[in-house]
């Protein structure tokens, strides 16, 4: 059993900063990513970091911008959100595969085994 937490979102102006925070509890080594969802839209992915914490994959939208870590003593999952868009808002979820690798994870949410309840991000001025 894997439990997520999110953290950290909340009301930001466009090109400001966020850091999202995960604490897992429960077996850690699996891929774990980030997803984001708008009202009457699909979740999608956002990032994606496997078991290693060497591979990890980005969504072409935020690609240069957001930056996912996992800090494995601390048993946290991490998103780094800089210059951020009113197009990046969205309640965002933690994620975790259970598999070490994360394949296609990315861009089938189907393949999530746990879900946090999410944390909400808006980018407004």
């Known amino acids: 059993e894997v439990r997520l937490v999110e953290s950290g979102g909340g009301l930001v102006q466009p090109g400001g900063s966020l850091r999202l925070s995960c604490a897992a509890s429960?077996?850690?080594?699996?891929?774990m990513a980030w997803f984001r969802q708008n009202p009457g839209k699909e979740r999608e992915g956002v990032a994606t970091?496997?078991?290693?914490?060497?591979?990890?994959n980005y969504a072409d939208s935020v690609k240069g911008r957001f930056t996912i870590s996992k800090d494995i003593a601390k048993t946290t999952l991490y998103l780094q959100m800089n210059s951020l868009k009113p197009e990046d808002s969205g309640t965002y979820y933690c994620?975790?595969?259970?598999?070490?690798?994360?394949?296609?994870?990315?861009?089938?949410?189907?393949?999530?085994?746990?879900w946090g309840q999410g944390t909400q991000v808006t980018v407004s001025s």
């Open positions: 970091i496997d078991s290693s914490l060497i591979d990890t």
């Open positions: 429960g077996y850690i080594y699996y891929c």
């Open positions: 994620a975790a595969r259970t598999s070490r690798s994360c394949g296609d994870v990315l861009t089938d949410p189907g393949k999530v085994g746990y």
